[in-house]
């Protein structure tokens, strides 16, 4: 005999516990690829788009930049324009929900116009959505039928929005004049002006589309109160 200890084996209690895995249910890991793959076939669109513009963008170069077959990409769009059509809704269609719903909130017209400005610079003009935008602009006289998609998803809804919340305010007092209510395509034109602006030049001066968007709410309602 050595003297030394023998080991014994750990009893079940000794064993650290190990949870139980749960299975995924059917067709759950199946989904989730589905979905990943088309976020990829969306974002290499995207890319394509604004790389190539719509009319020279073709199938096969999405397919290539998202590293899948063509074939897949007609699994999930049936084509081109079905692409378009859903970085439209899929990107811009939460903003204009988001517009919709300062309906429901009782906010002074300056609150809402500024939290509108800071979502159009954070949200749309500080990421890839404005290439989104850029491509209506862009396309949509050559593709009339892509302008009227993004039409009836985005500008229709949002100007009725729009609409809406000033007609409130000149209710309440808070605007004296009834002609912004009637264009309300005024409170959005500096968007429109800063991602042109943007697009051709911005390498040459840059533009500060918060500073902007401020100034242009001044506009429309006067210089804020000192308090």
Request: glycine fraction near 8%; proline fraction near 5%; aromatic fraction near 8%.
């Amino acid at each position: 005999m050595t003297g030394r200890k023998q080991r014994t084996k750990p009893t079940s209690r000794e064993w650290p516990a190990v949870p139980a895995r749960r299975p995924l249910p059917r067709g759950a890991g199946r989904a989730k690829k589905s979905g990943a793959r088309r976020e990829a076939i969306l974002a290499a669109a995207l890319d394509e788009f604004s790389a190539r513009g719509f009319a020279a963008a073709r199938i096969e170069d999405v397919a290539r930049r998202a590293g899948v077959a063509k074939g897949t990409i007609y699994l999930h769009f049936a084509d081109k324009e079905a692409l378009f059509q859903e970085l439209v809704r899929t990107m811009l269609g939460p903003l204009v929900a988001s517009v919709d719903q300062l309906r429901e909130i009782e906010l002074p017209i300056r609150t809402v116009l500024e939290r509108f400005a800071g979502l159009f610079v954070g949200e749309i003009y500080g990421t890839r959505r404005r290439d989104v935008v850029h491509l209506v602009i862009s396309e949509g006289a050559r593709f009339p039928t892509l302008a009227e998609f993004y039409y009836r998803e985005v500008i229709e809804r949002g100007i009725a929005a729009m609409r809406a919340l000033l007609e409130r305010a000149i209710a309440r007092g808070e605007i004296p004049y009834t002609a912004l209510a009637r264009f309300p395509q005024l409170v959005v034109a500096p968007c429109l002006v800063a991602i042109i602006w943007r697009a051709l030049f911005d390498r040459f001066a840059h533009l500060d589309a918060a500073g902007t968007m401020q100034a242009h709410i001044d506009i429309l309602l006067g210089q804020r109160s000192a308090s």
